[in-house]
């Protein structure tokens, strides 16, 4: 399993920090893929996107959980395909802040390596 963890924070004020922000993840197909990202503030809410517009895959897992001011949100892909590629967005917004904090992800999932016949080379 590949987790990736994105952590934003309103109470710094600055760009998104975290590991694998804007950088890409490589995946074969059939593995899972655990997306994390965490926003910290007052009234703070957290959600996972595509960048691609394309709505997050059907049977994927979304869980949240909130302590004090501390919100994470985790996407959990159970065996990855190839139509999972994309840049995924986690967008964490509060009413308190004139503006959302976010981060690009770029997954990429490769084609399960066909096995060769017997006897072929």
């Known amino acids: 399993m590949f987790v990736v963890v994105v952590p934003l924070n309103f109470y710094s004020c600055t760009a998104p920090l975290g590991v694998l922000v804007g950088e890409s993840v490589t995946v074969t197909e059939g593995e899972t893929v655990e997306l994390v990202c965490g926003g910290e503030g007052s009234g703070v809410s957290v959600e996972w996107t595509r960048a691609s517009g394309a709505s997050l895959r059907e049977g994927g897992v979304v869980s949240s959980t909130r302590r004090d001011y501390i919100v994470t949100v985790k996407y959990l892909l159970l ?12 967008i964490v917004s509060s009413p308190y802040f004139n ?6 992800v770029k997954l990429t999932v490769r084609g399960k390596p066909h096995p060769h016949p017997v006897g072929s080379k």
Request: negative net charge; hydrophobic residues 30%.
């Open 79 to 90: 065996e990855a395909t190839v139509g999972d590629e994309d840049d995924y967005v986690c």
């Open 99 to 104: 503006y959302e904090l976010d981060a690009t």
